[in-house]
T-cell receptor, first 114, second 113 residues
Framework: GAVVSQHPSRVICKSGTSVKIECRSLDFQATTMFWYRQFPKKSLMLMATSNEGSKATYEQGVEKDKFLINHASLTLSTLTVTSAHPEDSSFYIC??????????FGPGTRLTVL | AQSVSQHNHHVILSEAASLELGCNYSYGGTVNLFWYVQYPGQHLQLLLKYFSGDPLVKGIKGFEAEFIKSKFSFNLRKPSVQWSDTAEYFCAVINQAGTALIFGKGTTLSVSS
């Protein structure tokens, strides 16, 4: 099946620093990738849709200047959390869209901001 | 806006018990529906999906779901659960634009042996 990886799996950073998370589709090309945030005991919240070669589409309430998304190739999308603060601590999950609207999910990245 | 409701927050069952997890969606047009499972410490995996055709959909690991259009429901079922089914279960629907998934809040299933 289709495999999506994320790197790093876990990151701890100081408040005010920026963190980059990578999402890769390993065995297929994905023109569209998605970034979600998962809070404890909560569902996944779609943050943005990342389209290869164009600007990402952000959901309402998500600060695009804070969560920078780049989808420079058909197998890689990156999410950069700029000037991270403790409230940004969360579990970030990416997915890549395959055929027939099916999405394949990465294992997630646990971000802890001190 | 579209939404997905999962009414059961936490379900606790003994092994061999039957399972039904509720899922209702708000959109009245053509829908693509999914159930995903997240085992402890693992990433989301697709259990089953419905696009069209037979409203009773069979998925992996003995799970099935029934799409009932008149009730806007897509409930997940399994006749006999196992301890290994302990996980978080998410119902999801493709949004109206057909561009993204909208998830329900999830149901935690705990199965005791």
């Amino acid at each position: 099946g289709a495999v999506v990886s994320q790197h790093p799996s876990r990151v701890i950073c100081k408040s005010g620093t920026s963190v980059k998370i990578e999402c890769r589709s390993l065995d297929f090309q994905a023109t569209t990738m998605f970034w979600y945030r998962q809070f404890p005991k909560k569902s996944l919240m779609l943050m943005a849709t990342s389209n290869e070669g164009s600007k990402a589409t952000y959901e309402q309430g998500v600060e695009k200047d804070k969560f920078l998304i780049n989808h420079a190739s058909l197998t890689l999308s990156t999410l950069t959390v700029t000037s991270a603060h403790p409230e940004d601590s969360s579990f970030y999950i990416c997915s890549a869209r395959g055929g027939r609207n099916e999405q394949f999910f990465g294992p997630g990245t646990r971000l802890t901001v001190l | 806006a579209q939404s997905v409701s999962q009414h059961n927050h936490h379900v606790i069952l003994s092994e061999a018990a039957s399972l039904e997890l509720g899922c209702n969606y708000s959109y009245g047009g053509t829908v693509n529906l999914f159930w995903y499972v997240q085992y402890p410490g693992q990433h989301l995996q697709l259990l089953l999906k419905y696009f069209s055709g037979d409203p009773l959909v069979k998925g992996i690991k003995g799970f099935e779901a029934e799409f009932i259009k008149s009730k806007f429901s897509f409930n997940l079922r399994k006749p006999s659960v196992q301890w290994s089914d302990t996980a978080e279960y998410f119902c999801a629907v493709i949004n109206q634009a057909g561009t993204a998934l909208i998830f329900g809040k999830g149901t935690t299933l705990s199965v005791s042996s």
